[in-house]
């Protein structure tokens, strides 16, 4: 089997510019966007195993980091970029116009995949771009943090959440009654924390997540 093409690619998000690694593979019949949480980007290892579970699936994937360096460090002692849910979906929305412009990706259909804060931003997102974002994965997130966008017509949104991420559950349970949506579905992955690093666990993370993105990216 041929393996995927790998571009690092820069997205103009008003004043700064956004790093990305884009892989592309043989004949993709959608695009995976990963909106990341603060403390997380495009080289954290739980994505890139999820990441490369659906390109084997034959979904291509876009790992972005959501914040500058700059605003990393910054991050790093005031803790209050990764709950500014305005500022991560506008820079989701940048990379989801970017997708649709670019040759290789311009046809496929768009998914996020949201992780921590990077759910609620998916949300917004999505609310934002409704012709172009097709399906929604949530993975141990906030989609909470959307706030009202929880209301407004969504696509095919999948909240999964661990077994023993018991605050989570519930503010996972409560953005599921508020999702506004025909096609939705709730996932507790078993004996799983907030990471999913038991064994397995990630690795039902992305099976989940792939059965509900291709066939409704195709």
């Known amino acids: 089997m041929p393996q995927p093409r790998v571009r690092t690619v820069h997205i103009p998000a008003e004043e700064v510019h956004l790093t990305g690694d884009l892989t592309l593979p043989d004949l993709a019949h959608g695009v995976v966007l990963f909106a990341h949480g603060s403390g997380s980007g495009?080289?954290?290892?739980?994505n890139r195993i999820v990441a490369k579970s659906f390109n084997d699936a034959g979904l291509a994937t876009l790992l972005i980091d959501l914040l500058t360096?700059?605003?990393?460090?910054?991050?790093?002692?005031?803790?209050?970029?990764?709950f500014d849910i305005g500022l991560l979906a506008d820079r989701l929305v940048a990379a989801v116009d970017w997708l649709g412009q670019?040759?290789?990706?311009?046809s496929l259909r768009i998914g996020l995949f949201g992780a921590s804060t990077g759910?609620?931003?998916?949300i917004v997102a999505a609310v934002q771009r409704p012709e172009a974002v097709r399906a929604i994965v949530s993975r141990g997130g906030r989609p909470d943090l959307a706030g009202d966008a929880l209301e407004h017509d969504l696509p095919p949104t999948l909240l999964i959440v661990g077994s023993e991420d018991?605050?989570?559950i519930s503010l996972n349970e409560q953005a599921?009654?508020?999702?506004?949506?025909s096609d939705k579905r709730f996932e507790k992955v078993p004996l799983a924390s907030h990471l999913f690093e038991?064994?397995?666990?990630?690795e039902e993370v992305a099976r989940l997540g792939g059965e509900w993105f291709v066939p409704r990216l195709r």
């Not at 670019?102 to 311009?106: A, I, K, P, S």
């Not at 759910?119 to 998916?122: R, V, Y």
């Not at 599921?176 to 949506?181: N, Q, S």
């Not at 038991?198 to 990630?202: F, N, Q």
Request: aromatic share 2%; proline share 5%; net charge negative.
């Open 166 to 168: 018991r605050p989570v």
């Open 198 to 202: 038991e064994p397995g666990a990630l």
């Open 119 to 122: 759910a609620g931003a998916a």
């Open 102 to 106: 670019d040759m290789e990706t311009q």
């Open 42 to 46: 495009r080289l954290s290892s739980r």
């Open 176 to 181: 599921f009654d508020r999702l506004r949506t």
């Open 69 to 82: 360096d700059e605003e990393e460090a910054i991050e790093r002692n005031t803790h209050h970029l990764r």
